[in-house]
């Protein structure tokens, strides 16, 4: 209301080039219920200056000045508004002459400050106006006031100062509201997005882990094996682990599609949620893990210290996917580069709270074709966002990589 706006106005809509003419629009006419307000109120003051008010150079001057600053409420209120209650009051100082009574304008002066926020301004002009009337009246100037109607015109004032008020809070809630619904909004968009990544992740490395051993398993038993146990044991276990694969494919699919009501965070094999302490849960994913090595031939040691002071089971769980995440990329590593003879070693240390992880193995001097090589980076990325850190290093011939990871959100 206070500033014009611009409104480009397209002039031409035939083919080819079109001129366009930036011409100046009131911002209040986004408001047509203000313009009408004062449209009526300076109809009002015309009526009734033709029609009760004695034509002298004073009251046309005073009227003249008082429509101007009415019309003038349309771009700036709180100038206009108090310079009309101004104006209003001290023709009242003049004896024996009558103006128009400003009713409307001053009801709408008041009403459109104290929507402004000007609630005290438009308070004070109220005041103004009831000892110019009080002057009026006790001064004998000839005024066709009464102290009845000045009190009632002044409880007018007052309600549409409150009125305009109460529209400002309202809108003011009305906006917050919807702000908080926004927000909301927002949250639960940055949270589904989250959920998806993680459910990503997921499949990744479920199908990445799997497929990894299916294809070790396979490439034993195409190097021949004659024991005929050894072999069904190794079929036994690609059948297991494809099935066991496709299971957490499915599920994860499932989720992304909306037809699992699994919980969000309940997308790993390993529920961070449950009743399990955190090392027990820690520790089913290497006994896990273990049992996928034995099958390959690849014999480790994999254990758990818990050291926490303060018992807090209960991880964040996107922390907790992301552990659950690395340690399984870990055994996927081993399966591919550590010579299965020479084994390797993992070991958990869960403090208050981070989770401190080192492991080591001898590496093969050759790279499997098969394996791209890039997922501890990645976990790197992301365990650096999530306050943490992650090295790892080939040190002649000995692997070794150490990670510190926290398991709750930091404050």
């Not at 499932?254 to 955190?278: E, K, R, Y």
């Amino acid at each position: 209301m206070e500033h014009y706006q611009e409104a480009a106005v397209m002039t031409s809509r035939q083919r080819g080039p079109f001129t366009t003419h930036r011409i100046p629009v009131p911002s209040t006419l986004n408001h047509p219920y203000v313009a009408l307000m004062i449209a009526g109120t300076v109809c009002y003051t015309l009526i009734e200056y033709v029609i009760a008010i004695e034509v002298l150079p004073v009251t046309a001057a005073v009227t003249a000045m008082e429509i101007a600053l009415t019309v003038g409420l349309y771009w700036r209120p709180s100038v206009c508004g108090i310079l009309l209650v101004t104006v209003s009051a001290c023709s009242k100082l003049i004896p024996f002459v009558s103006f128009p009574s400003q009713l409307f304008g001053i009801w709408l002066s008041v009403g459109l400050l104290a929507y402004l926020h000007k609630a005290p301004t438009s308070f004070v002009l109220i005041i103004v106006e009831l000892l110019s009337h009080c002057y009026e009246l006790f001064s004998d100037a000839g005024t066709t006031w009464t102290p009845s109607g000045v009190l009632s015109a002044t409880c007018t004032y007052v309600i549409a100062a409150v009125i305009g008020l109460a529209i400002a809070e309202h809108q003011h809630a009305e906006h917050a509201r919807r702000e908080a619904m926004e927000q909301h909004r927002l949250r639960e968009d940055h949270d589904r997005m989250q959920r998806n990544i993680m459910l990503a992740s997921t499949l990744h490395d479920s199908t990445a882990r799997g497929l990894t051993l299916i294809t070790l398993l396979s490439d034993q038993c195409l190097d021949g094996i004659n024991d005929s146990d050894a072999m069904d044991d190794s079929l036994r276990t690609i059948r297991y682990t494809a099935q066991t694969t496709l299971a957490q494919v499915r599920e994860v699919i499932d989720l992304l599609d909306g037809t699992s009501d699994a919980p969000a965070s309940g997308i790993t094999v390993n529920d961070s949620s449950g009743s399990d302490s955190l090392a027990d849960m820690l520790s089913a994913t290497l006994r896990n893990n273990d049992q996928r090595m034995r099958a390959t031939g690849c014999i480790g040691i994999s254990t758990v210290e818990d050291r926490q002071q303060e018992r807090n089971d209960h991880p964040s769980p996107a922390h907790y996917h992301e552990i659950t995440a690395l340690l399984n990329e870990i055994y996927t590593n081993i399966l591919v580069h550590a010579n299965a003879d020479e084994g390797y070693q993992i070991h958990l240390v869960i403090n208050d709270r981070t989770i401190e992880l080192s492991q080591f193995n001898n590496s093969k001097p050759e790279r499997t074709s098969y394996h791209t090589g890039k997922g501890l980076a990645l976990h790197r990325n992301r365990i650096r966002a999530l306050g943490g850190n992650l090295s790892y290093a080939d040190e002649d011939g000995m692997w070794v990589l150490a990670a510190t990871i926290p398991y709750h959100a930091q404050d």
